[in-house]
């Protein structure tokens, strides 16, 4: 993304960021935006609620000094006061008022930037909250997901092309050298966790020229993957034993022992070609351990998905903010911002492959890897003092992005983090050899 963003870029960007949450409520009533107490989902209405509180946290008040909109909003929305397990129990306005606020404070934003250009302090500011409303829209997908919800409705799923293309076998060499991992500054908003980019060293590898798919997955699966317990780290052992675990969460058997996945509020045969989608990381580890792989760590993903060879084959220097080169991502590159609705195979793409030659390096799924998520060198917080600094040391790093992630978010250097015994995001992986 480029350092400049106009005022008439940021309105469009928090334009279409609110029609994509609005698409992700429509048609929900009042027992369905509630849902059941959940140790991993928000309730829908005081998700909505809370994106509101966010852009007016951070604008309004924050560089404006503004009184709230809504009285009480503090008490009811802010994600670092209100502890998660009360969010079913305290008073949440109606949806109609819930809209209501989000509007008015969405109207504000958009006038207080009438006629003028902002500032770099209010062009990140803006920024963040519309990446933080798009991350939100992401978690409202996946909820809908695991609560068994009706697929949505986005306007952009009538401009997907039809994919196929099938499975995308094989590994491709990746030469040694230093990599930077992480963010230079001066290319523009930039979160707090990958600040800044830093020297280390790589050592030459081979990487799958695709993530594993559920074909691959399920000959796991049917090997006993899940009962071998050598498999299994200590800390993954508990964690499958605790939850009973036999297979990825959303798989049952038909009635002829072919498997189907539950996909919102269907199941649907198991698509063989597809990247296997709502696994843990204890659940990816085991499947390398069987297969006598591992998973890469963030910077060899990092090196894969955005530098090149040298002509000698080692790894070159320079870096790449998309796997395919400079340009944003499109449609003809990528499966995000959920044109699809869903995954799609994973030979799916080729215009976006790396230069090593790895393929859907952004989108389709989110990609574990082997790193804690951790600070970098000189880490400081920025403004969402929340964001990255409280979860340091208990999450696990993915890369990459899925098919309902929004692709003005993402790039090669981007930080996800959850922690490892979560299947309810849109998380797949790929492997390197030992």
Not at 36 to 63: K, T
Not at 177 to 204: C, M, Q, Y
């Amino acid at each position: 993304m480029s350092a400049q963003v106009s005022a008439a870029d940021l309105v469009a960007m928090l334009q279409d960021s609110r029609a994509r949450t609005l698409e992700l409520v429509a048609g929900l009533d009042r027992d369905r935006l509630m849902g059941p107490r959940s140790d991993i989902v928000n309730p829908l209405l005081w998700e909505i609620g809370h994106l509101a509180w966010f852009h007016e946290h951070f604008i309004l008040c924050g560089l404006d000094g503004r009184p709230p909109l809504m009285e009480g909003a503090d008490a009811l929305y802010d994600s670092a006061r209100v502890a998660h397990a009360t969010r079913w129990s305290i008073p949440l306005p109606p949806l109609p008022e819930t809209l209501g606020y989000m509007a008015s404070v969405h109207e504000a934003l958009v006038r207080r930037l009438a006629g003028r250009e902002p500032t770099p302090r209010e062009a990140e500011l803006y920024q963040l909250v519309t990446f933080h409303e798009d991350m939100h829209d992401e978690a409202f997908t996946y909820t809908r997901q695991t609560l068994g919800y009706p697929v949505p409705t986005f306007a952009a799923s009538a401009c997907a092309r039809d994919t196929g293309a099938g499975p995308w076998p094989g590994d491709v060499a990746v030469g040694g050298g230093t990599w930077r991992l992480g963010s230079e500054p001066g290319g523009g908003f930039v979160f707090d966790n990958e600040k800044w980019a830093h020297p280390v060293p790589i050592a030459p590898f081979r990487i799958a020229r695709a993530p594993v798919t559920n074909a691959e997955f399920a000959v796991f699966v049917a090997d006993s993957g899940y009962r071998v317990s050598a498999y299994w780290d200590a800390e993954g052992v508990r964690w499958r034993d605790g939850c009973g675990a036999e297979h990825p969460i959303y798989w049952t058997r038909d009635g002829t022992h072919d498997w189907t996945v539950r996909r919102f509020d269907r199941d649907e045969p198991l698509a063989p070609d597809q990247p296997v989608i709502h696994v843990s990381w204890h659940e990816a580890n085991a499947y390398c351990r069987w297969a006598g792989r591992r998973l890469p760590t963030e910077a060899e993903w990092e090196a894969a998905a955005a530098g090149g060879p040298e002509p000698d084959g080692t790894l070159g220097a320079a870096k790449r903010p998309y796997p395919w080169g400079q340009t944003a991502p499109t449609p003809e590159r990528a499966n995000l911002d959920g044109g699809h609705l869903g995954c799609v195979e994973v030979g799916a793409y080729p215009e976006g492959d790396s230069a090593w030659g790895c393929r859907q390096m952004l989108g389709n799924v989110w990609e574990w890897t082997a790193s804690p998520f951790l600070p970098f060198p000189g880490f400081a917080p920025d403004a969402y003092r929340e964001y990255s600094e409280p979860a340091f040391g208990t999450r696990k790093v993915l890369r990459g992005g899925a098919w309902a992630t929004r692709s003005r978010m993402v790039d090669a250097a981007y930080r996800n983090f959850f922690g490892p015994d979560r299947r309810d995001v849109f998380a797949g992986f790929r492997t390197v050899a030992l």
